[in-house]
């Protein structure tokens, strides 16, 4: 099996969000897997001095539009969150605490934090929110609330966000395939390409 | 025959002229024409407090590959200009000259700068250049010459560069149907369907 393509992304950012339904799925039609790779983009933009989008004039008024038709568009349920953007250090941490011994259930703690945050306005940034979303998926809220507080996770979190943006990840999606970044979900199309074809 | 739909473009941008490859066909496909109105970045980008892609650390250097990248993607014919980004008042100024007496000799005109500076490395912000390409579709270098100079083009250009701002367009392609705005050539997905169904 060839090297998993890696999936960068921010759990506030709704173009991962429209990402995330779809990685998986292009991925295995060429036979590849997809590494979910969460980071934090308030890390990114202090290294390219970007700005959230929301606090853009001009653009960010286009940008809350755009979101919604976008998931319109993919055909996405999505609710824009009564706050936004969120400090997504504790989603961030649950995921690769799980991670470490059960990716494949970590990439469903990942779908149930982003559904909760953009379709059910559930406010992922406060840890009791996202130990509850673990909790539904069977975990134990006390090993989750322990394993976001302990320094071992904190500090392999803090190593995944730096190894994201020493990748160059400076926006979310950003997705990798042997080496050649994509940015944005509105990249998708060259990212099969790439897959079916080995670069062009 | 419906109203036209407005095409905002910089002639500096990658993404205006791979769009403009794309959008009269995409257009006349639902009955519609394309209005073409060239704008200035620069002038946006202080409405936005944004910055030109190349000199944002990071995601300039992706920017860059994903420019060459997006044309091969697209089949149009790329060479990254050495002088990258450029001023475009020059050809801005000569196209709303034309625009004035002959709409479509000037989205002629726009194609052939475009072309002339994304595919054979012509400094268009050289008004002389911008002269030479105008010649070469026909017209008097001298009356180029003279319109670029005269204070009624740069008042009509202004005039129209305001508009543009005003309209919302603070990126290239910005693309407007009836009020509702598309930014990024790689929103002609949405810009299609748009047209096909009227809104979704």
Request: aromatic share 12%.
């Amino acid at each position: 099996m060839p090297t998993p393509i890696d999936f960068y992304f921010d759990f506030s950012s709704p173009y991962g969000y429209i990402a995330s339904h779809k990685i998986d799925a292009l991925a295995a039609k060429y036979g590849r897997e997809a590494a979910w790779r969460p980071f934090l983009l308030g890390v990114a933009f202090k290294a390219t001095g970007q700005t959230p989008l929301p606090q853009i004039p001009i653009k960010g008024d286009y940008a809350r539009r755009d979101m919604e038709r976008t998931a319109r568009f993919h055909g996405v349920k999505y609710r824009q969150p009564s706050r936004f953007p969120i400090a997504s250090v504790s989603p961030t941490r649950a995921f690769y605490w799980l991670n470490a011994t059960d990716p494949q259930r970590a990439k469903l703690l990942a779908r149930a934090l982003y559904a909760a945050y953009f379709s059910e306005d559930v406010d992922i940034s406060n840890a009791e929110n996202t130990i509850a979303v673990a909790a539904g998926l069977g975990l134990s809220a006390d090993d989750v609330r322990a394993a976001i507080n302990d320094q071992a996770t904190k500090d392999l979190t803090r190593r995944e966000v730096d190894k994201a943006v020493a990748a160059g990840a400076f926006g979310s999606p950003y997705i990798v395939i042997e080496g050649e970044a994509f940015w944005g979900h509105d990249r998708l199309d060259q990212v099969e390409r790439w897959l079916a074809t080995g670069g062009f």
